[in-house]
């Protein structure tokens, strides 16, 4: 099957020839622009798919089917119910797009897509039941049961940096208080960073951020941890209990044969591994029975384009 994958993202859409091993043929990409109304964006798109295929030696007509990854959820008849980062609500996506290129389209969250990747091609390759969790400004998460993505019965499940760990925790903006994301992501990091910098100013964490709290990243909060810094060491391994809590019920719900980790946090590595194996046992329930492997994604930023074109 010949097939394009479209990662789109809120600053730039990339695309790309797919084979059907998951190895990207060609690739090709536009920067988002969300000024523009949506008919001239899928117009865009479109025409960088017919270049994406040209680059792979394919015309359009031979272009058996286009999936697209997106930071929001959609319908299966293709509509997108919701893309904030686009500004597309209630938009007919698939429709649009086949008035330029008449080819099979299907649409998925980008993070059911990166999970459905390493299914496919990555790290979880292999595997019949996976969950993908991506630790970036957000967390995002997919399902895979029997080597395809589960997102529920309306489109809707698989939001696990929803889920809820305090009751009276801080607001998210979600509405709700206490979501996983407020303490896991790499934005909840550097907050949390910030506010413990505020009362205690001696630390790594300040410094490597040149004095300016307004510089801290999520980076340089978990190198200070790696360097053994007070501070940060405590405020890492409050990360890592939460982190660890919310795996332990992805498994003690799910079971799933293999966690993957995902995302900008999860480039450091061995240092988040090793302390979230550590922890997350600590929270299972049966602890004498086999648990799943905890990995990291392999795919990097090309994972929205691979799992894009195995949608099909
Ligand atoms: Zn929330």
Redesign the pocket.
């Known amino acids: 099957m010949k097939r394009i994958g479209v990662d789109v993202g809120g600053t730039g859409i990339q695309m790309g020839v797919v084979d059907d091993a998951g190895n990207i043929l060609s690739k090709e990409s536009i920067p988002t622009q969300i000024s523009l109304p949506v008919e001239e964006q899928v117009a865009q798109i479109a025409d960088c798919a017919v270049r994406t295929a040209a680059a792979a030696g394919l015309k359009p007509q031979e272009i058996d089917f286009i999936g697209f990854g997106i930071p929001g959820i959609a319908a299966p008849d293709g509509t997108v119910i919701k893309c904030t980062n686009m500004n597309w609500h209630y938009i007919p996506l698939a429709e649009l797009f086949r008035k330029h290129l008449n080819v099979r389209i299907a649409i998925d969250n980008d993070a059911n897509v990166a999970a459905l990747a390493e299914s496919v091609a990555g790290v979880s390759k292999g595997s019949s039941s996976s969950v993908f969790i991506t630790i970036g400004t957000g967390i995002g998460s997919g399902i895979i049961i029997n080597g395809r993505i589960w997102s529920g019965a309306h489109g809707i499940g698989g939001e696990l ?2 889920t809820i760990l305090s009751l009276d925790g801080d607001l ?3 509405g ?1 208080r206490g ?1 996983l ?2 303490y896991c992501s790499a934005n909840a990091l550097i907050r949390i960073a910030r506010e413990a910098v505020a009362k205690k100013p001696d630390t790594l964490i300040l410094s490597a951020a040149g004095g300016k709290p307004e510089n801290i990243n999520a980076r340089i909060v978990i190198d200070a941890a790696r360097e053994n810094d007070p501070l940060a060491v405590s405020l890492y391994a409050r990360y890592i209990s939460y982190l660890g809590q919310a795996i332990a019920n992805v498994v003690n719900f799910l079971d799933p044969e293999i966690i993957v980790l995902g995302g900008g946090v999860s480039k450091a590595g061995a240092f988040l591994l090793d302390a979230l194996r550590k922890e997350y046992v600590r929270y299972i329930l049966y602890k004498d029975q086999p648990l799943p492997p905890l990995e990291l994604a392999v795919l990097g930023p090309d994972a929205g384009i691979i799992g894009a074109a195995m949608l099909a």
Do not use: L, P, Q, S
Request: proline content about 0%.
């Open positions: 940096g929803h998210c903006t979600c709700n979501c994301e407020r």
